[in-house]
C-alpha cells in the first residue's frame, strides 16, 4: 500500500511512504494543502500510539519541517527568477528632439549676414531583446527615423530599418562561464539543489529524534513494569512470612525485612511513574503537542521489537558520501565557488565585442511606405564591428579572481575535512551498533539466569533451606537484569536510529520518499 503525507508550508515539499516495514502499522491518511487550511493537520496523539502514527504525527506538526518549507518555496521562486534573465522583452521606443543651429554667410557685395537652420527628428522602434546564456545580446525589430528640417522646407522623410542587431562578447563575458547572468542561474540551481538537502536533513533528525523518544518511552515503560513486579515480589514474599511466622515456622525479623523490602520498592515505582511521564511529554512536544502534564492520561505505545541489522562499514560509508544531507550542501558549496572562481578568472580577459547587424532598410516621404520599401526587401544593409575596452591595471578583476580561488580551494578542504569527520562519525556509530548488540544478548544471558536464581532461591525458602535476605538479594538482582536487559534493547534501537542518521539512509529504513509538490 502507498501512503503519502502533505507536509505544511508554502510550497513545501512532502514525503511519502509505502509502509511494508514490521515496525509500522498500515495507515491511509493524506494530508493536502487544503486539510492544513481547515486546521486538521494539528492533531493530538491517538489513544494508542503506534511508531507510524507518532512519525506521521511528527512530520505534519514539526515547527523545523514547516519553516524549511517556506526555505524551499524560496529556492523555487529565486530559481524562477534566475531563469528569467533570458525571457525576452518586448521593447517600444518613441523620442522626438529638435534642434537650432546659427552659422553666417557672405553675400556678393561682401557683407557677413548671419544665418539659422532649424531641424526635427522622430525616432521610432520596436523589437524583441534578450540575453542568451553564453553571453549573446539580440534585438530583433525595426527603427524608424523621420529627420526633416529648414534646409529641406521641413518635409517628411522615413528612413525604417527592419532586422537583427547583436552583441557578443569575445573574450570577457563570452561563455557560460563568463556571462554574469548565466552565473547567477547556475549559483541559484546550487542553492535549490541545497535547500533540498538541507530540507531532507530536517525531516532524517525529525524522525531520528521520534524514533529514539518513542524507544526511551518503551524502556521507561518497561522500567517501570519491572519496578511493580518487583513490587509484587517483595509483597508476596511479606504474605507468605506472615504465614509462616504466624505458624512459628519464621521469625519477626525475616517479616520486618520483607516489608522494609516492599516499603523501598514502593519509591522506585514512584520514581520510575516520573520516569514515564518524562519521556511521555517528550515525546508529545516532538508529536507538535503545546501542553504538558504530570497527571493526564500517559500515552499506550507498541514495544519495538529488537532489530537485526548487518552492518556494511566499508559500502555504508560510500553510501553516506551519496546520502548524507552535510556532505552533499558541502559539495554543491563547492561547485558555487568554482562557478564564481570561473567567472572572476574570465573578467580577467579585455573586453572585446563584436557588434553587428543584418537586415533591409526603405526611404520615403510617409511611414508607410519607407515600411513598403523595407519589407520589399531592395535595399539590404549591415554592419560589423568590434569594441575593444582594456582596463590599464587590472586591479580589480586579479583581486576578484585571487579571492574567489582562495575561496575555492577553502571549500574544497572543508569538504575533505567534512570527508574525515564522517568516516569516523560512521565508524563509531557503527560500533557503537556492535556494542548494543552484544550488550542485548549479554543483558538476556543475565536476566534469564537471574529469573532461574530468584525462582531457586524462592523455592529453597519454601523447603526451610534458606532465608527472607537470600530471596530479597536475588529478587533484586532480578529487577536490576531486567530493567538492564530493557535499557540495553533502547539502546540498540537508539544506536540503529543514530547509524542511519549518520549514514543517511533514515528515510529509505522507514520507507519514507521526498517528493515536490
Known amino acids: 500500500m502507498n501512503q503519502s503525507l502533505t507536509l505544511p508550508g508554502a510550497g513545501g515539499r512532502s514525503p511519502s511512504w509505502d509502509r511494508h516495514s514490521r515496525w509500522l502499522r498500515p495507515c491511509s491518511l493524506i494530508f493536502t494543502l487544503a486539510a492544513l487550511a481547515t486546521g486538521l ?20 506538526n514539526n515547527q523545523s519541517i514547516k519553516v524549511d518549507a517556506f526555505s524551499h518555496a524560496a529556492a523555487k521562486a529565486d530559481l524562477l527568477a534566475a531563469y528569467g534573465a533570458f525571457d525576452p522583452a518586448l521593447s517600444f521606443q518613441r523620442s522626438y528632439s529638435q534642434s537650432y543651429s546659427a552659422s553666417y554667410s557672405s553675400t556678393v557685395t561682401g557683407l557677413i549676414v548671419p544665418a539659422s537652420t532649424f531641424s526635427q527628428v522622430d525616432n521610432y522602434s520596436l523589437g524583441l531583446v534578450g540575453l542568451m546564456p553564453w553571453g549573446l545580446q539580440y534585438s530583433i525589430g525595426g527603427t524608424s527615423s523621420n529627420q526633416r528640417g529648414s534646409y529641406s522646407p521641413l518635409q517628411n522623410e522615413f528612413l525604417t530599418f527592419g532586422g537583427v542587431q547583436v552583441t557578443q562578447p569575445l573574450l570577457r563575458s563570452f561563455g557560460f562561464s563568463g556571462s554574469q547572468a548565466n ?3 547556475r549559483v541559484t540551481k546550487a542553492n535549490r539543489t541545497i535547500s533540498d538537502w538541507q530540507y531532507r536533513q530536517t525531516v532524517i ?9 518513542y524507544s526511551n518511552l518503551a524502556a521507561a515503560d518497561a522500567s517501570l513494569r519491572t519496578a511493580q513486579r518487583s513490587w509484587d515480589l517483595a509483597a508476596g514474599l511479606v504474605a507468605e512470612n ?9 521469625s519477626e525479623n525475616d517479616v520486618t525485612s520483607a516489608r522494609a523490602k ?4 514502593e519509591q522506585g515505582i514512584i520514581f ?5 511521564r518524562n519521556a511521555d511529554n517528550q515525546l508529545r512536544m516532538l508529536l507538535g503537542e503545546k501542553a504538558f502534564s504530570n497527571d493526564g492520561p500517559l500515552l499506550a505505545i507498541d514495544t519495538p521489537p529488537p532489530l537485526d541489522l548487518t552492518l556494511r562499514v566499508a559500502e555504508d560509508l560510500k553510501r553516506s558520501y551519496e546520502l548524507r544531507p552535510d556532505f552533499q550542501q558541502a559539495r554543491f558549496g563547492v561547485d558555487k565557488s568554482r562557478f564564481n572562481s570561473a567567472y572572476a578568472r574570465n573578467q580577467l580577459l ?3 565585442d563584436f557588434v553587428g547587424s543584418y537586415g533591409y532598410t526603405g526611404l520615403d516621404q510617409t511611414l508607410a511606405g519607407s515600411r513598403r520599401a523595407m519589407a520589399d526587401e531592395d535595399h539590404r544593409a549591415f554592419s560589423a564591428g568590434v569594441n575593444v575596452s582594456i582596463p590599464l591595471t587590472f586591479a580589480q578583476g586579479r583581486g576578484n579572481a585571487r579571492a574567489a580561488r582562495l575561496r575555492l580551494r577553502h571549500d574544497q578542504q572543508n569538504l575533505e575535512l567534512l570527508k574525515e569527520s564522517i568516516a569516523l562519525s560512521v565508524t563509531q556509530a557503527a560500533g557503537q551498533v556492535e556494542t548494543t548488540r552484544k550488550s542485548v544478548e549479554a543483558a538476556k544471558v543475565a536476566l534469564d539466569l537471574a529469573q532461574r536464581t530468584a525462582d531457586d532461591e524462592l523455592k529453597k525458602l519454601r523447603a526451610g533451606a534458606s532465608n527472607t535476605f537470600f530471596v530479597l538479594q ?8 531486567e530493567t538492564s536487559y530493557y535499557q540495553a534493547l533502547a539502546d540498540q534501537r537508539n544506536a540503529v536510529a543514530l547509524y542511519d542518521r549518520e549514514i543517511g539512509t533514515t528515510l529509505e529504513r522507514y520507507h519514507i520518499t521526498l517528493a515536490d509538490k
Open 41 to 60: 493537520v494539528a492533531q493530538d496523539a491517538p489513544a494508542h500510539l503506534t511508531l507510524d502514527d507518532a512519525i506521521r504525527l511528527a512530520l505534519a
Open 205 to 213: 533528525d525529525a524522525i531520528t529524534n521520534v524514533a529514539v523518544a
Open 262 to 265: 516492599a516499603a523501598f520498592l
Open 242 to 250: 506472615q504465614k509462616r511466622f504466624k505458624v512459628g515456622s519464621m
Open 350 to 352: 579585455p573586453q572585446v
Open 183 to 185: 552565473l547567477g542561474l
Open 474 to 481: 536475588e529478587q533484586e538482582m532480578l529487577a536490576q537484569a
Open 272 to 276: 520510575a511513574t516520573q520516569g514515564v
